[in-house]
Nanobody, 123 residues
């Protein structure tokens, strides 16, 4: 069974940076697309970024383009999210997901999920 464990969340000030990590157990990580999603209180979960199995294809939500960078290290079974120039609107629980079938995109209904890590941004 695949397990995903996020880390790196915390409390920062507006303009600061956070680097999230998601460690994935098992031997399927290198074959599938991974992604980050977030959910703020009272809001729907939203897509943040995704990366293909070989890192050749990345996709970002418009709200984070130019500020966030997704990357992965297949040798370490880990996916990262570098978040720069944070604003209070970025505050949320950030969860990583590993698709179960696709090497290019993450389908939320067919993915394994972590528990999430809280990112809080003060103004």
């Amino acid at each position: 069974q695949v397990q995903l464990v996020e880390s790196g969340g915390g409390l920062v000030q507006a303009g600061d940076s956070l680097r999230l990590s998601c460690a994935v157990s098992g031997n399927t990580f290198m074959s599938y697309a991974a992604g980050w999603f977030r959910q703020a209180p009272g809001k729907e979960r939203e897509f943040v970024a995704s990366i293909s199995w070989d890192s050749d294809y990345t996709k970002y939500a418009d709200s984070v383009k130019g500020r966030f960078t997704i990357s992965r290290d297949n040798a370490r079974n880990t996916v990262f999210l570098q978040m720069n120039s944070l604003t209070p609107e970025d505050a949320a629980v950030y969860s990583c997901a590993l698709d179960r079938q696709s090497g290019v995109v993450v389908t939320t209904s067919d993915a394994d999920w972590g528990q999430g890590t809280q990112g809080t941004v003060s103004s």
